[in-house]
């Protein structure tokens, strides 16, 4: 079975740092991008950031703006968001989700990474910022 686990949420406050952690089992990991998605209550759900293992394209999404940090550790299957200089409109579940590399690189720029289909998909990690 696939399974990606996330961990490292929590409460922090505006200005401070959280790092979220996705750890992925059951696919080859080095073949697969994954992205971090977050949605907030009554909002769509919005992209994040995405990162493509097998050649390292980055993309992120347009409220990033240098907060916040995508990053794998292939011997470990694991992804990593690092977010930095938190908002309380950070608030959100954020998911991480795997999708065949190739594809997102072939498809992901201009933005075209967030509308593709992800195949796998975590069970989140809520993160809260307090003002």
């Known amino acids: 079975d696939v399974r990606l686990v996330e961990s490292g949420g929590g409460l922090a406050q505006a200005g401070g740092s959280l790092t979220l952690s996705c750890v992925v089992s059951?696919?080859?990991?080095?073949?697969?991008?994954i992205a971090w998605f977050r949605q907030a209550p009554g909002k769509e759900r919005e992209e994040v950031s995405c990162?493509?293992?097998?050649?390292?394209?980055?993309y992120y999404g347009d409220f990033v703006k240098g907060r916040f940090t995508i990053s794998t550790n292939n011997a470990e299957s694991t992804a990593y968001l690092h977010l930095n200089n938190l908002r309380p409109e950070d608030t959100a579940v954020y998911y991480c989700?795997?999708?065949?590399?190739?594809?997102?690189?072939?498809?992901?720029?201009?933005?075209?990474?967030?509308?593709?289909?992800?195949?796998?998909w975590g069970q989140g990690t809520q993160v809260a910022v307090a003002s």
């Open positions: 989700a795997a999708a065949w590399g190739e594809t997102v690189a072939e498809k992901g720029g201009d933005g075209g990474w967030s509308s593709l289909y992800w195949d796998y």
């Open positions: 059951g696919i080859t990991f080095y073949d697969y991008a």
């Open positions: 990162i493509v293992n097998e050649d390292g394209t980055i």
